[in-house]
């Protein structure tokens, strides 16, 4: 078995963060596995949804948009609100974004306030959702530690780091972060979001016309876990590199992107 771009069953795609490329939101960065790259941003607005002051929940709330750009595609898909209605997918893909990334966050200490995810695809290529919860998770705490920095939180709501990654049976072999090529041939597909602390959040696999033995399972969360584990040590450097980046750091684009 060759993989079509080259790499080992258990390598994952190049993988970059660029921090701080949205000036206006509170905590922002262009995350790409390979060729998909998100555009995403952690907003924190001073207010909590009227279900939450109805019944009066304490704390705060995290919720999470995914869309893609109508050019991420090779052919291009309109924008759902020229078509009226959320795409089927796309309000799936933020759902589990967005229970993925509460489940690191405790929300007593987010206080009153509401954190806006949004995951814009700028480009895909296989994995859009898992490079969203990886990236929503930079751009969360990119935004805590800002708001940390100002003084306006007591205790760092961020419990831990969380990333996601996917895996497959590629011609019978289980692979590692497949790209749409491997997406659409592999037999199998399955996505998976663990913790810092190798703890699983939600894990979605499905046979796709095929069928997946234990083995092939137990192969996949291994390879899942090992790339999740990589993906955590990079978020962290980009989270400390932030700090450090000029906003919009165009010189920094460039380089990730070879030019
Ligand atoms: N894709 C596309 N148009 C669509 C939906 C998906 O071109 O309307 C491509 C895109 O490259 C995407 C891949 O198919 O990354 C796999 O899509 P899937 O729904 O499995 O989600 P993803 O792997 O992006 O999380």
């Not at 907003?43 to 995914?66: I, K, S």
């Not at 109508?70 to 229970?99: F, M, V």
Request: aromatic fraction near 6%; charge should be negative; glycine fraction near 8%.
């Amino acid at each position: 078995m060759t993989r079509p771009d080259g790499r080992q069953p258990d390598q994952l795609r190049p993988i970059s963060f660029i921090p701080n490329v949205a000036a206006h939101a509170t905590g922002s960065v262009l995350v790409s596995f390979g060729d998909t790259r998100v555009i995403c941003s952690a907003t924190v607005e001073d207010d909590v949804p009227r279900w939450m002051r109805t019944q009066r929940v304490e704390g705060g709330w995290l919720t999470a948009e995914y869309s893609m750009l109508p050019y991420a595609t090779l052919d291009r898909k309109p924008r759902d609100i020229s078509r009226g209605k959320l795409d089927g997918r796309s309000s799936e893909i933020q759902r589990l974004i967005g229970r993925a990334l509460r489940a690191v966050v405790d929300l007593k200490k987010v206080g009153q306030r509401t954190i806006w995810v949004d995951c814009d695809v700028l480009q895909a290529d296989g994995g859009t959702r898992t490079a969203s919860v990886t990236g929503g998770c930079v751009a969360v705490a990119i935004a805590f530690n800002r708001l940390f920095a100002q003084g306006k939180l007591r205790d760092f709501p961020l419990k831990k780091l969380v990333a996601a990654v996917s895996a497959g049976v590629f011609e019978g072999v289980p692979v590692l972060d497949l790209n749409y090529l491997e997406d659409k041939a592999a037999a199998v597909d399955f996505n998976v979001v663990m913790t810092e602390s190798s703890e699983f959040v939600e894990i979605q696999g499905s046979g796709e016309e095929a069928v997946f033995s234990g083995a092939e399972m137990t192969a996949m969360l291994e390879l899942s876990g090992n790339g999740i584990a990589h993906l955590i040590a990079l978020q962290k450097e980009a989270i400390l590199a932030a700090d450090r980046a000029a906003p919009a750091d165009l010189a920094a684009l460039a380089a990730a992107f070879g030019r």
